[in-house]
């Protein structure tokens, strides 16, 4: 990274992992499976996931997030934090780091952090947003969703299954959020255009998306930022 890490995540600069080191290459006969053999490859020659490594940080995402924060000031100390699709838990660290309570979430095991209560569930239970309220003091600050579905290839339905997630994930937010709140979300190219990016840019004072330089390239990935959130005025 460029600049010193301070403990907090933030650095002194924008984030940049260092200079490039020789590929690594994976032996054909040690892992036979075509698409794992790349995946380790990209792995072991990703600088984000090295940094990630030397840094203690719990995955290569907790790279976007800092670059996001740094980009639209996300995060701050006693603030309150939902953290959807956590595992392994990277975006819950980073928030935690800066002096956010977090509560996470996902379907797979996340080891526990400080200033992280996690709930092991699929967000699409039906009592899954009952249970995440119950965890909670009080209206949250910052939703967080880097969830996404596994993608089948094919291009309209993954976009119809990120699109669903994100849908759950928003109209959650809006359930929860204080106002000014913000609202950030992964999306696929695409994928909140139409009537839902109408609905947030009524719903927040503003809405960016926005490509961190730490995701894949190649990957269609993006976030969609939406801050200060306009509740409305209750019934």
């Known amino acids: ?114 200033g992280v209560a996690f ?23 910052l939703v967080l969703s880097d969830m996404a579905p596994n993608t089948m290839g094919h291009k309209t ?3 119809l299954r990120i699109m669903n997630l994100v849908e759950l994930a928003y109209d959650f937010a809006t359930q929860i959020l204080k106002p000014g709140g913000t609202f950030v979300a992964k999306v696929f190219l695409g994928a909140t255009q139409g009537d839902m990016l109408q609905q947030m840019k009524r719903d927040f004072a503003t809405v960016k998306h926005v490509k961190p330089k730490a995701s894949r390239q190649g990957s269609s990935e993006q976030y969609v930022i939406a801050k200060g959130y306009r509740r409305p005025p209750e019934e």
Do not use: C
């Open 119 to 141: 709930l092991q569930m699929d967000f699409m239970d039906e009592d899954a947003p009952e249970q995440l309220i119950n965890a909670l003091s009080g209206p949250v600050d």
């Open 157 to 159: 339905t993954d976009h």
């Open 1 to 114: 990274m460029s600049g010193k890490d301070d403990g907090t995540g933030k650095g002194s600069g924008p984030v940049n992992p260092r200079g490039r080191q020789k590929a690594v290459r994976v032996k054909k006969k040690s892992i036979a499976k075509i698409s794992s053999r790349r995946w380790l490859e990209r792995q072991l020659n990703d600088p984000y996931v090295a940094e990630a490594q030397r840094l203690g940080y719990r995955s290569r995402a907790a790279f976007k997030l800092i670059e996001m924060d740094q980009q639209f000031n996300l995060l701050r100390s006693d603030m309150i934090v939902v953290d959807l699709g956590a595992a392994p838990g990277g975006w819950s660290q980073i928030a935690a780091m800066r002096g956010a309570k977090v509560v996470a979430l996902d379907l797979l095991q996340m080891d526990p952090l400080p």
